[in-house]
């Protein structure tokens, strides 16, 4: 069974950083597109940053030139350095990742979630 486990949030001060990590383990094949989404309170879910495989890189429009997201192959593992940080950045920041456990096929995986949280 695969498993996503996001550490590093935290509370920090606006314009501080902060350096998220997401582990997956289990029986994987080969890891796919691996993501960061975010959920503040009283809103929906959205999509942060992604990273293809091959290194591709998306990021929403809020983000850009302050988040970089990355990826370590050999160590499951996708990272998210947030940098000057605004209070607008607050959320539950959620891993997700397409992970394939057989050459066959493939399934969306998320983590539990952590919290980043953004004091004025």
């Known amino acids: 069974q695969v498993q996503l486990v996001e550490s590093g949030g935290g509370l920090v001060q606006a314009g501080g950083s902060l350096r998220l990590s997401c582990v997956a383990s289990g029986s994987i094949y080969t890891i796919n597109d691996m993501r960061w989404y975010r959920q503040a309170p009283g809103l929906q879910r959205e999509l942060v940053a992604s990273i293809t495989s091959r290194d591709s890189t998306y990021y929403i429009d809020s983000v850009k030139g302050r988040f970089t997201i990355s990826r370590d192959n050999a160590k499951n593992t996708v990272y998210l350095q947030m940098n000057s940080l605004k209070p607008e950045d607050t959320a539950v920041y959620y891993c997700?990742?397409?992970?394939?456990?057989?050459?066959?096929?493939?399934?969306?995986?998320w983590g539990r979630g952590t919290l980043v949280t953004v004091s004025s």
């Open positions: 997700n990742a397409d992970i394939s456990e057989t050459y066959y096929s493939s399934m969306d995986y």
